[in-house]
């Protein structure tokens, strides 16, 4: 026995040295964005003067952040090993729901009931607690395929979506529904101010809280989680709940911005999502990345997008860029993880 032990001491004592070496590359890795960031400001103030214009960054902050509020649910969805495809299902579903039940009449494609608005909030977010629990209990405790589960469910909750309204619009909302997407503090908006928090409280809770230490070391190995007496799979359920309320309220920030709720909204969202996370050093096989990296890969798609828009180059080259960054990302990351190797 205290061979055993003193066997499985040895890499730690052997690694420790290095601790420091490698916190500072994981943080260079992190922000290796930022010169690419700041490039990407640069040929946008060249494209077009309207780029540095505050209402057009501005534009550009309120967009990014009910993505945001999506990629950091998948990230830490990502981190415990897994994905789900059908956060994007949840961002569209559960506000159109809660829309539905307060809009304020017949005529606002709501089904005149007029509810507290406050109860239509309550009601968008246990719905999203909802479906992630299931999503996680059939994943974690089922053993259904991650892929296949969650993008059946992620079709099935946009069916649903056309089949609540039968594709219409609901609007005319009341104020403190869309609040959180519709309204602003000192000048920026409060998605904005509600995306960076949110940002900011996970990024702290994935280093200093045990849980968030135990994600990681969930995605690194399962198995030697496990024998460390890690809760493996009630953790990753609470992650898959967590993940669908975040998604829930990137769905109100998306409808608080047009003030109404769109049958289908958040279509294609999904490939952005993965997009920033992979770009942002999130690994896809789960136990590496921050939330730092995923703002990074949020801001610099946002720009892109921005700049493209600005150039008046058509929409569907946009998602072809989208679609290249994804690749080089996934490239990046393959590099990166043969040098660990």
């Avoid at 200093?208 to 890690?230: C, D």
């Amino acid at each position: 026995m205290a061979e055993t032990a003193a066997e499985g001491a040895r890499p730690l004592s052997h690694l420790g040295p290095w601790r420091p070496h490698r916190l500072i590359l994981n943080w260079f890795r992190e922000l290796t964005l930022i010169p690419v960031i700041v490039l990407l400001m640069i040929v946008g103030s060249l494209v077009n003067p309207i780029f540095f214009t505050s209402s057009n960054l501005i534009n550009v902050t309120q967009t990014a952040a009910a993505v945001g509020v999506v990629v950091v649910a998948e990230s830490l969805i990502l981190l415990t090993g897994k994905f789900d495809l059908s956060l994007q299902g949840t961002f569209g579903l559960a506000p159109l729901v809660g829309a539905w039940l307060i809009a304020p009449a017949r005529q606002s494609g709501g089904i005149g009931t007029e509810w507290n608005p406050f109860v239509g909030l309550a009601i968008v977010l246990l719905l999203g607690a909802a479906i992630g629990t299931f999503n996680g209990f059939l994943v974690i405790k089922a053993g259904f395929n991650a892929f296949i589960f969650t993008l059946a469910m992620m079709i099935l909750l946009s069916g649903l979506q056309l089949g609540l309204v039968g594709g219409a619009t609901i609007y005319r909302l009341p104020r403190a529904f869309i609040y959180v997407g519709a309204d602003s503090w000192f000048g920026v908006p409060v998605s904005v101010w509600v995306t960076g928090a949110i940002f900011l409280l996970f990024g702290l809770f994935l280093r200093f809280h045990r849980v968030g230490r135990a994600i990681y070391a969930i995605g690194g190995n399962v198995e030697a989680a496990r024998a460390a007496g890690i809760k493996v799979d009630r953790i990753r359920i609470a992650v898959f709940a967590v993940g669908s309320v975040l998604a829930a309220v990137g769905g109100l920030m998306e409808s608080g911005q047009v003030t109404a709720v769109t049958a289908g909204q958040g279509s294609n969202l999904i490939f952005g999502v993965f997009a920033a996370a992979v770009i942002g050093g999130v690994s896809l096989d789960g136990g590496r990345g921050r939330m730092v990296g995923a703002l990074t890969g949020v801001i610099l798609l946002a720009l892109v997008t921005n700049i493209l828009v600005l150039t008046n180059i058509p929409s569907y080259w946009i998602s072809a860029v989208d679609g290249i960054i994804i690749l080089v990302a996934l490239a990046i990351a393959r590099v990166i993880s043969a040098q660990r190797a």
